[in-house]
């Protein structure tokens, strides 16, 4: 089985995205064969090729602006007319984190992804929506205040593996909104004290 993995976050290190790709690889296990491709660093074309043959792709990205990443769009907008001839039987999942703690904000770019899908000729197998992503990379996924996400990606890792459609999750904090909001406060203070000195 070959997995296409690409990361739609444009922070070269450090991204919640790079983190949810690495809790999703231990629980995809070792024996899949990976793509993995970075839709800010590589063109579209050199996606399009590693991604050949694949029988997965998961698209991991934030949130931006209730949206897709703009370099991300545009990848999407320039392989759909092509990647069905390099992935013609490949399911498409997708884990988008955001900012905010609400997870069903990012409906509207899993959507995205679904309305690429069909315009492709690709199948659709599952979106994974994740709020709080400022707590990604803090904490380890799949414990406190990130269980709720591990048990997620529990659940798409076994999707992929089978190659089966799922309903959406929307994957909230397991954290109360309130003391997420103040460590998020906190956290902000300290960067602005930080860097003011
Ligand atoms: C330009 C920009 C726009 C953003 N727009 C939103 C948004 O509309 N809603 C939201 O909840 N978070 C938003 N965020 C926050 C990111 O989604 C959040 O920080 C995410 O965890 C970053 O993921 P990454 O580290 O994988 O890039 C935005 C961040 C940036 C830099």
Redesign the pocket.
Known sequence: MKIGVV?????KR???????IGALRERLGKAPEYALCSAMSQSGREIVSALLGCDALIF????????V?SHLLRFLEESQGQISGAVPAAVVYAVV????Y?PA??ILAVNTLKSFCVKSGLKWGQGVCA?G??M??ARRIGRSPLKNLGMALDALAENVLQLKTAEDRLVKPDISRFFYLCAASVSMMFHMVKNRL
Do not use: C, H, K, T
């Not at 990361?7 to 922070?11: H, I, L, M, V």
């Not at 991991?60 to 949206?67: A, K």
């Open positions: 990361n739609g976050s444009p922070r450090g991204s919640a995205s790079e983190n949810i991991v990205f934030p949130l931006y602006v209730d949206g990443p984190n955001n900012g905010f609400e904000q990012n709020g992503g400022g990604i990379g």
